[in-house]
């Protein structure tokens, strides 16, 4: 079972940019289609953003797109999130997942989940 370890989340103001890595413990994961979820206290998990497994589809929640850029580096095994612009509303635990199939990813359809790491934006 591939293991996924997210890290680069923190404590940032309102406005100010973060990147977020997912390492993944195994290199079966460049044919799978990666991706991005966050997790507000008190609310459901959500879609942020899913890549391909060349990368060269992507796809955004609504509430992040254009601020948000997600990419991957298969060669490391590692699957970035760049955040600008974050908002308070961006608050949460992010989680990186790996998809079952190559194309994209969505909460349905996430074959291993990462632990999480916590993104607080500050107003």
């Known amino acids: 079972q591939v293991q996924l370890v997210e890290s680069g989340g923190g404590l940032v103001q309102a406005g100010d940019s973060l990147r977020l890595s997912c390492a993944a413990s195994?290199?079966?994961?460049?044919?799978?289609?990666m991706g991005w979820f966050r997790q507000a206290p008190g609310k459901e998990r959500e879609f942020v953003a899913s890549?391909?497994?060349?990368?060269?589809?992507?796809r955004y929640g609504d509430s992040v797109k254009g601020r948000f850029t997600i990419s991957r580096d298969n060669a490391k095994n590692t699957v970035y999130l760049q955040m600008s612009s974050l908002e308070p509303e961006d608050t949460g635990v992010y989680y990186c997942?790996?998809?079952?199939?190559?194309?994209?990813?969505?909460?349905?359809?996430?074959?291993?989940w990462g632990q999480g790491t916590q993104v607080t934006v500050s107003s």
């Open positions: 997942a790996v998809g079952r199939s190559s194309a994209a990813v969505g909460r349905s359809t996430v074959q291993t």
């Open positions: 195994r290199r079966t994961v460049s044919n799978n289609a």
């Open positions: 890549i391909d497994w060349k990368g060269s589809n992507t």
